[in-house]
């Protein structure tokens, strides 16, 4: 069974299902606080590639969800 034409050109979000770019940018933003939090209050808390590779996967949700 085929979906009309019109529902098959919208696309919606891979997590939550909605189709604007809101809630993957709103996961982008808290992935890069909770890469920057902890240096702010407890400096070398978190190593440091795991806090790049939590704001870049951060970054990268927010540049998709600003792309749809």
Do not use: H, N, T
């Not at 529902?7 to 919606?12: E, F, L, V």
């Not at 939090?37 to 806090?51: E, K, N, Q, T």
Request: one cysteine or more; proline letters at 9%.
């Amino acid at each position: 069974m085929r979906e009309p034409e019109d529902q098959q050109d919208r696309k919606s979000c891979p997590i939550s299902g909605i189709e604007s770019g809101g809630p993957i940018i709103g996961l982008g933003i808290l992935l890069i606080l909770f890469a920057v939090i902890p240096y702010s209050i407890l400096p070398g808390s978190l190593p440091v590639m795991i806090a790049i590779l939590l704001a870049g996967f951060g970054i990268f949700l927010i540049w998709i969800g600003i792309a749809k």
